[in-house]
């Protein structure tokens, strides 16, 4: 199984701690999608949205153990969907994605994964792994 990620877990340091080491990954873009602020907690939600896209990363080869890891981490407040996201402009791959579904709890700011604190995130919600 393929995975799309676009938040927390976009980044390696962070993806390694939750479904541990060994998954070729690779930037890839998600079209018909994007991304918002959470009220209240660092990582993203994605939500459908027609003209709208969201960049990420691709792992690839994600095993039925290391899936239901992601399950785990990502919790009640998202849904697991199969979407087809770019590679580049001739290949799309099938992947599973995280959705958000309390859309309450957006901001409807654009997250920017640039000003992402990985290493407090890392320490509030990946300790001891």
Known sequence: ?????????????????????GHRFEPAFLP???????????????VRQKEAAVSGMLYFNVDDVDLRKLDIFEGAEYRRETVTVSLSADCNVVAETYVFIVPERLTMRTWDPQTFPVARFIDAYCPGT
Request: aromatic content about 20%; charged content about 15%; overall charge neutral.
């Open 32 to 46: 018909g999608y994007a991304r918002y602020e959470i009220r209240g907690v660092p990582y993203p939600g994605l």
């Open 1 to 21: 199984m393929n995975v799309f990620t676009y938040g927390s877990l976009m980044f390696p340091d962070i993806w390694q701690r939750v479904a541990g080491d």
